[in-house]
Structures are given as C-alpha cells and as structure tokens.
C-alpha cells in the first residue's frame, strides 16, 4: 500500500454541494484516472489525465469536474448537477500507455454520502 | 463495440473445488486483458495479465482468441481467495481499461 493516497475515506455532502475529492500519488506516474464504483456495475471511468494540464471525459463525465495541475495531484469535484453521487469513488495512477508495464495502481477510495 | 462481460454476479464454492470465473471480451483489435481482485478492505490490485503468461496465487488464465475469452482459473480453492474479482481489456486510443462488472467469489468451509 501507499504510493497513492485519497481524502477523505468518508465523506457526507448535501443536496446542491459541490464536493471534492483529493487524490494524490508519489509514484511518479503520468497517467491518473477516477472511476466510480456501484454494486453490480464495476467500475466506470469518469475523467482521466495523460499529462499535466491535460484531462478526457470518461465514460460518466457528466456532473463531475477534474484539473491537472500537478503531475501528484487529480483533484475530483462533484457538482450538484451529478443527479447521483452516492457511490465509491477510486482513483488510479499508471505509466503512460505505449508499453506492457502500464499497470493501473489503485487508491482506498473515498465513500461519499449525499444526505 | 468494447466491451467485457462477466456472466457471474456470485460463484460460491467449497473450499478445495475448481474455480472458474468467466470473462468474455468484444475488442475489434488485438487485447490485452487483466485480472484484478479487491480483498475485503483492501484496494483493487492487479492479480494477473494475459501477456505475462504468470501463475499468481495458484490462478491462470489463458485467452482464448476465438471464443474471445479470458477466464480465470484455480484448481484448488481457498477461503482467502473470497473477494470481488474484475476482468479488465485494455482499449481505445488511449489505451484506458474497460472492466467487466465483476464476480464475487465466496470459498465455503
């Protein structure tokens, strides 16, 4: 464990608030990712970021928005217009595509609660 | 279209029997598929890639290219292996990860 951490692993918002999620990693990776974790439908990827000042919708954009200001840092913030946002949100980090070594690496994941 | 398939919401199993858990794939190109596996409280962890050929904790998979399949393998099952096991293709341009929506494996007594 470690290399890629998240805050906070619990976290409660209201109604129409925004929240963000923070994920960061000493891994030296390139690539960072979030996916959202629901029972029964695996993980789906919502933003990913190849490089610095750099980032894609994923397949679950909507309502959610990222930056890539650090190479350690993919900042998460869940908007109120994300009809949904209780779920199990993981963060990933991997070299940059191109070769066979690219294996994602995984955070703990940050539970969020809309009350 | 990409896509992963597991069949298997739950497979639950006696310790000591086979174990199968099945990953079908849709992938126009050549794949390169994965296993991983989230213990109970732990992080999601790779378990084994197709192109490594590898043994890990007495489970294989093999692809299957006609079939388009990647299902992961243990003759003898153990209570440890109880986790969420998720099959995973390597596609697109960008090379992202698609994964299946997972297979709960509970080893019984």
């Known amino acids: 464990d470690g290399g890629i951490t998240q805050s906070p692993k619990y976290l409660f918002r209201k109604e129409g608030q925004n929240v963000t999620l923070s994920c960061e990693q000493n891994l030296n990776h390139d690539a960072m990712y979030w996916y959202r974790q629901d029972p029964g439908q695996g993980l789906r990827l919502i933003y990913y970021s190849q490089i610095v000042n750099d980032f894609q919708k994923g397949d679950i954009a909507e309502g959610y928005s990222v930056s890539r200001e650090k190479k350690e840092s993919f900042p998460l913030t869940v908007t109120s217009a994300q009809k949904n946002p209780t779920a199990f949100y993981l963060c990933?980090?991997?070299?940059?595509?191109?070769?066979?070594?690219?294996?994602?690496?995984f955070g703990p994941g940050t539970r969020l609660t809309v009350l | 279209a990409q896509r992963v398939t597991q069949p298997e919401k739950l497979l639950s199993v006696f310790k000591g029997a086979p174990v199968e858990l099945k990953c079908n794939y849709s992938y126009s190109g050549s794949p390169e598929l994965f296993w991983y596996v989230q213990y109970s409280r732990q992080r999601l962890q790779l378990l084994l890639r197709?192109?490594s050929r590898e043994s890990i904790k007495g489970f294989t998979a093999d692809l299957n290219k006609g079939e388009t399949s990647f299902h992961l393998k243990k003759p003898f099952a153990q209570e440890e292996d109880s986790a969420m096991y998720y099959c995973?293709?390597?596609?697109?341009?960008?090379?992202?990860?698609?994964f299946g929506k997972g297979t709960k494996l509970s080893v019984k007594p």
């Open positions: 990933a980090s991997s070299y940059n595509r191109g070769g066979f070594n690219n294996e994602q690496f």
């Open positions: 995973a293709l390597r596609g697109g341009s960008q090379g992202n990860l698609i």
């Open positions: 197709h192109i």
